[in-house]
């Protein structure tokens, strides 16, 4: 219920769509399952191609934090990688609940920075967490 609270929170300003996936590792590269994931969740699907996933292999023990075209044209280049190293901080100390939000709220921040909340905008993905 936290993920999903900081998941609101962070969308609360923003018309960007963030997601938290979790699964016990298929045997798939952590990032091509990402991939994978993020169009079978049709994030690919936003308006503004501004939805980050958050995809977690328990198993294989990765994460990945991929951002459709729209938010990594405008993020700075060294921002998931930052994000990615504030989670994993968190994962190494088996903080994971606090690592996730964490990282869905500073992806948050990016997405409010560059694709603000505007009246009629919906949410257009839900904020529940997926599981594989």
């Given at each position: ?8 929170k962070?969308?609360?300003n923003?018309s ?27 994030m690919?699907?936003?308006?503004q ?8 292999a ?19 280049d ?6 990615k ?9 088996k ?11 500073k992806?948050g ?7 603000p ?6 949410n257009?993905?839900?904020n529940?967490?997926?599981k594989?």
């Open positions: 219920q936290d993920i999903i609270e900081a998941i609101q962070a969308e609360l923003t960007g769509e963030i997601r938290v996936h979790l699964e016990r590792g298929p045997n798939l590269e952590a990032f091509e399952r990402a991939m994978e994931v993020f169009h079978f969740l049709k690919d699907n936003t308006k191609q501004n939805g980050v996933l958050i995809y977690v328990i198993d294989t023990k990765t994460f990945v934090i991929y951002g459709d075209s729209g938010i990594n044209n405008v993020v700075p060294n921002f998931w990688d930052s994000t190293d504030l989670i994993q901080s968190h994962f190494k100390a903080r994971f609940k606090d690592g996730l939000i964490e990282g869905i709220l992806a921040e990016q997405l409010e920075t560059h694709f909340w505007f009246h009629g905008d919906s257009e993905l839900s529940e967490i997926s594989g």
